[in-house]
């Protein structure tokens, strides 16, 4: 007898939803609340990095994953939808790539060397590898357009890659967050200090908003019964 596992995509949309204000809330908090405020210009450079988690966070992760969400969330036609996907895909590409530029202004600025850390590299690769899938995107199922049965043969191709560079920018967040903390507690942060508690939460956070989305993503909008499938008798 085979077993089957029934999952609706809307409950992980809610959650997700859910999970992205607490997580801008949270990353906001930090960056304003314990390190001082944001500024692309600024004798105090520190301010200037502060754009960075934000952008990337709020910017890049959230509204990326709200256009990964969009076929499963928004009541509109598939046009409307693939539509809205693209333009939440654009913007968070365009706001990644400022919040990449701020870190780079921030290294450049206080003499600090680039791209040292695996953090950095992820970073630029997926940077590059986002752009490569929107660009794929647009030409191949917006303007103009492969024939159909291109389209229908790279879809699941699109979907596979999509996560996969999204899984990876979650993992690169992570490791940012991290690499953050562990820099200011060497500098003398309290590790069981509130900011410390409150970084290591937003990571926390940052990871059950991420398997939500993914969940969500491959799960189905509505659920059919199997062919196969027999309700159990209650005599």
Same mark, same amino acid.
């Given at each position: $007898? ?6 609706? /995509?809307?409950? =992980? ?12 809330? $949270?990353?906001?908090? !930090?960056?304003?609340? =314990? ?33 990964? $969400? ?5 009541? !509109? ?43 950095? !590299? ?11 899938? !929107? ?81 969500? /993503?491959? /799960? ?16």
């Amino acid at each position: $007898m085979g077993v089957f596992i029934r999952v609706k /995509a809307a409950p =992980f949309t809610y959650a997700s939803h859910v999970l992205a204000v607490a997580a801008a809330v $949270m990353v906001l908090v !930090w960056c304003i609340h =314990f390190r001082g405020g944001l500024a692309f210009e600024s004798t105090n450079k520190n301010l200037i990095f502060n754009v960075h988690p934000v952008l990337m966070l709020i910017g890049f992760i959230i509204l990326g994953s709200e256009a990964i $969400m969009s076929y499963k969330t928004l009541p !509109w036609s598939h046009d409307v939808n693939k539509l809205v996907h693209l333009v939440l895909h654009a913007i968070a590409l365009i706001l990644g790539a400022v919040g990449i530029y701020c870190a780079f202004k921030f290294h450049n600025e206080s003499g600090i060397a680039n791209l040292y850390s695996l953090h950095s !590299w992820l970073g630029i690769g997926t940077i590059c590898l986002y752009g490569i899938q !929107w660009i794929f995107g647009f030409v191949t199922f917006f303007f103009p357009g492969a024939a159909q049965t291109i389209r229908r043969d790279a879809l699941p191709w699109h979907v596979l890659f999509g996560l996969f560079v999204y899984i990876l920018a979650l993992a690169t967040a992570e490791l940012g967050l991290l690499e953050k903390l562990t820099f200011l507690e060497n500098s003398g942060l309290d590790k069981y200090g509130s900011e410390a508690f409150l970084v290591n939460f937003t990571a926390l956070v940052v990871v059950l908003f991420g398997a939500s989305v993914v969940i969500s /993503a491959i /799960a189905p909008a509505h659920i059919e019964d199997h062919p196969d499938y027999t309700a159990i008798s209650e005599n």
